[in-house]
């Protein structure tokens, strides 16, 4: 069965600091993606990166890097320099392609940053 | 770029009472949409998906149904709500393999 674990209820950090929010993952298809996204108290989740289980190097986009370890079945986000407004949930996801079915995200259950000024 | 509406933002409702959550699309064609719960503290249940219109796939057995009446409309429907069908609902899209896209979400209480 799929599954995604995220271990850390909560984090902090102080402004301007990196921060590694932990992700591991249990797939036994060969073929998958693996997915962060920002839940704020307004309740939207934005997408923020992806990383695919084919792809050689590690995702970047802006401030946010995903540190996939494909043996240790771990895709960390490292968020660097915080700003206050990074402030909110984060959820790994990961996405299991079935054929002709559509993909479907399971999710993890979600780490709470708090950003100190 | 796609846009996803949501159509109520809150709704309170008495159990036993029916439900009606509507989701359309703009800006893609022929998407795949997909309803997940989000109870308080937690992270999201996937409840159905669709890959055309009038194709509906369950993920969890339960009170609440899905229909795709058309390409881009998406509606999450019950007969008779339960205080455990209380939580935030969201709808995506996404085509492909990669990343879905959230709608604004409904917050679901029964009373």
């Known amino acids: 069965a799929q599954k995604i674990t995220q271990t850390q209820p909560g984090m902090f950090v102080q402004e301007k600091e990196a921060v590694t929010l932990d992700c591991t993952y249990d797939?036994?298809?060969?073929?998958?993606?693996l997915f962060w996204y920002k839940q704020p108290s307004s309740g939207e989740m934005i997408f923020l990166i992806y990383?695919?289980?084919?792809?050689?190097q590690n995702a970047t986009e802006g401030r946010y890097s995903l540190n996939f370890q494909k043996a240790r079945k771990s895709a960390n986000l490292v968020i660097s320099a915080s700003q206050l407004g990074d402030s909110a949930m984060y959820f790994c996801?990961?996405?299991?392609?079935?054929?002709?079915?559509?993909?479907?995200?399971?999710f993890g259950q979600g780490t709470e940053l708090s950003v100190k000024p | 770029s796609q846009t996803i509406h949501q159509w109520p933002a809150t709704l309170v409702q008495p159990v036993g009472s029916p439900l009606s959550l509507e989701c359309t699309v703009e800006?893609?064609?022929?998407?795949?949409l997909y309803w997940y719960r989000q109870a308080a503290g937690r992270g999201l249940q996937l409840l159905f998906y669709?890959?055309?219109?009038?194709?509906i796939s369950s993920e969890v057995p339960q009170n609440l149904s899905a229909s795709r009446p058309q390409d881009r409309q998406f509606i999450l429907s019950s007969k008779k709500l339960l205080l455990s069908d209380s939580g935030f609902y969201l709808c995506?899209?996404?085509?492909?393999?990669?990343?879905?896209?959230f709608g604004p979400g409904t917050r679901l209480t029964v009373t």
């Open positions: 797939t036994s298809d060969p073929s998958y993606g």
């Open positions: 996801a990961m996405r299991a392609w079935v054929y002709n079915q559509g993909g479907k995200l399971i």
């Open positions: 990383q695919g289980s084919y792809d050689q």
């Open positions: 669709s890959v055309g219109i009038g194709q």
């Open positions: 800006g893609t064609s022929n998407p795949n």
């Open positions: 995506a899209q996404g085509q492909g393999y990669y990343e879905q896209y």
